[in-house]
């Protein structure tokens, strides 16, 4: 679930703020260079030229030329977990997590044409696409966590932490009742996964006719009324 929160992100001290428009412009950058030129052709000398950046400073953000292709923004993950995790304890996990989303989403109108070019890139090399899609899962499965702990903390924030050991995921071999968190959570972080893909595709093809806003929530309403079929 890898989302391209842009230079003017919100949250986060100056430095933080900094750190994210960094990031954002040599991901930007990489993405346009990839689609006029190809991404076999486009070097990290390149990249970090079109962002106004050293070759360093390239590597201090990501670890090879491809995962400026793939990791848009490493850190978006966490912020979405962390707020998931601190969301009012009355809010169920749907919604809570909607909340989360859309709060790094807000800025996506802003992104059409490069969530377009992003896309572009990863359909014209396969090695990319495969590789996004393993960051996608390990994404999806730090967020499976995260709804686990919540569920097993009754939603208390409080009780967050002491429900986060590191076995937290996985329950004991043949124990039913606990295994239920887990295998919801595990649905419900690839549904919001998909959900946000969906969404992104379908006002991409047609942004002058919809917001993104509102194709993001009649998505998430279409899943809190358990998916009912349209009327014809």
Not at 81 to 109: G, K, T, V
């Amino acid at each position: 679930m890898h989302i391209m929160t842009g230079k003017d992100a919100v949250g986060g001290g100056l430095r933080e703020r900094k750190k994210r428009a960094t990031r954002a412009a040599l991901a930007e950058a990489a993405v346009r260079l990839a689609a006029e030129h190809g991404a076999d052709q486009v070097t990290v000398e390149a990249i970090s030229a079109a962002a106004g950046v050293s070759i360093r400073t390239f590597f201090n953000y990501f670890d090879s030329r491809d995962d400026a292709f793939v990791v848009v923004d490493a850190d978006a993950s966490e912020r979405i977990r962390q707020a998931f995790l601190a969301a009012p304890p009355e809010l169920p996990p749907l919604e809570a997590l909607r909340d989360a989303l859309a709060a790094e989403l807000r800025e996506a109108e802003r992104q059409h044409e490069l969530w377009s070019l992003h896309a572009r890139v990863l359909r014209s090399a396969p090695h990319l696409l495969v590789r996004n899609l393993g960051a996608q899962m390990a994404d999806e499965s730090g967020l499976a966590e995260a709804i686990a702990r919540r569920i097993r903390a009754g939603g208390d924030s409080d009780d967050v932490g002491r429900a986060s050991e590191p076995d937290a995921g996985a329950p004991p071999e043949g124990d039913a009742g606990r295994a239920a968190p887990v295998l919801y959570a595990r649905l419900l972080a690839a549904v919001a996964g998909t959900a946000v893909r969906v969404s992104v595709q379908h006002w991409c093809e047609r942004p002058d006719e919809v917001s993104y806003a509102d194709v993001f929530r009649e998505v998430f309403d279409l899943l809190a009324a358990g998916l009912p079929a349209p009327a014809r």
